[in-house]
């Protein structure tokens, strides 16, 4: 949950990601992302595609990245990146 305070974004944001994406992809934007917003608390889990899917089903994670498909019919999926 993040928030507005005196034109600083503060709060918390929780990712879940797949070991790849958390290994590769994930660690040169998470600090891209806390060099802009310093005051937001960062947490990310790391599992297979389906423990993603999980830990953002049942709310643990605000959002989860992996390569790929998920089960569930209830999760919004949008492409983020390309393999290159």
């Known amino acids: 949950v993040l928030e507005?305070?005196?034109?600083?974004?503060?709060g918390s944001l929780s990712i879940a990601a797949s070991q790849t994406i958390a290994s590769y992809w994930l660690p040169r934007r998470l600090a891209s992302f806390h060099e802009a917003y310093p005051a937001v608390r960062l947490s990310v889990t790391i599992?297979?595609?389906r423990q993603v899917e999980t830990?953002?089903?049942?709310?643990?994670?605000?959002?989860g990245l992996v390569e790929g498909r998920t089960d569930s019919d209830i999760l919004r999926r949008a492409k983020?990146?390309?393999?290159r």
């Open 4 to 10: 507005h305070v005196s034109q600083t974004i503060t």
């Open 47 to 49: 599992g297979n595609t």
């Open 55 to 63: 830990t953002v089903l049942d709310g643990t994670a605000d959002f």
């Open 80 to 83: 983020v990146d390309v393999d």
